[in-house]
């Protein structure tokens, strides 16, 4: 297991745990190869039903580490920038639901991170920001141009994309930046208890509901109609539709398994 990423799994539920308090929890490469494989790791974990990304110390995650900064020809550049979204990727590729725990700030590639996730639970307090044109980058970096302006919209995107300013949570809930906004206190049983919930869930018909959000941001009417079909005659006859019917009639709770 690698210092850097922590994974802990417990009743269905995946916490990954940037760990580099540090350094803000910025990403190098090594560090950046750790959340791959931690990723990775849960996504083929038919016993993880839901996961929460989140950061050790005072912040979610600083983004991209600054040491990584070095003169390299534009090839390298290339693979580098490219590498940096797998982790982007495999968030919103995965079947299962992500939650990102956002105790403190989500800067950059931090952002761009829980961008990626379907949840962000925020305390006060918090701030989210996209600074890339403020040292001389292009404001689209770890996928803030594909996730921003479809979350905010694009007058809201372009301001904080060309602006680089810090978006406090009151303003980030607001604007459906995040889900939630908590105070520090209540932040541990919030994501807690909205893990637990998705983890109790039907886990096959919320990764084709997943599947379907994510296809619609980039398909038009017809294939999404298309797409709703196939799911929904998948989930029609699974175990865990038959189970939620046998629950409704018996006035009892669903019991789940992902069938």
């Known amino acids: 297991m690698s210092e850097t990423v922590r994974t802990e799994v417990q009743d269905g539920i995946a916490r990954i745990t940037l760990n580099r308090p540090d350094r803000l929890n910025a990403i190098d490469l090594p560090t950046l ?13 038919v016993h993880v039903r839901c996961v929460v990304l989140a950061g050790a110390g005072r912040a979610f995650c600083a983004g991209a580490d ?24 495999r968030i919103s590729t ?8 956002l105790h403190g700030d989500a800067v950059g590639g931090g952002l761009g991170l829980a961008l990626a996730c379907d949840y962000r639970v925020a305390v006060r307090g918090v701030r989210l920001c996209a600074p890339f044109v403020k040292i001389g980058l292009a404001g689209c970096d770890m996928a803030a141009g594909y996730f921003l302006p479809r979350l905010v919209g694009l007058g809201r995107a372009t301001d904080m994309m060309m602006s680089g300013r810090f978006v406090e949570a009151e303003e980030a809930e607001r604007i459906g930046l995040v889900t939630r906004m908590v105070e520090p206190e209540a932040l541990d049983g919030a994501v807690t208890v909205l893990a637990a919930a998705l983890a109790a869930s ?30 929904q005659v998948q989930c029609l006859q699974s175990e865990d539709h038959r189970e939620a019917l046998a629950a409704f009639k018996e006035k009892r709770q669903a019991r789940f398994e992902g069938r």
């Open 33 to 45: 190869e750790a959340l791959v494989a931690a990723l990775d790791g849960v996504a083929g974990d």
């Open 66 to 89: 600054q040491t990584e900064m070095v003169p390299r020809p534009p090839a390298d550049w290339e693979r580098i920038v490219e590498r940096y979204l797998e982790p982007i990727r």
């Open 94 to 101: 995965m079947d299962q639901p992500v939650v990102a725990r």
């Open 202 to 231: 039907a886990s096959r018909a919320l990764a084709f509901t997943k599947r379907a959000i994510r296809r619609s941001l980039d398909r038009g009417m017809d294939a999404e109609f298309d797409y709703e079909v196939y799911a």
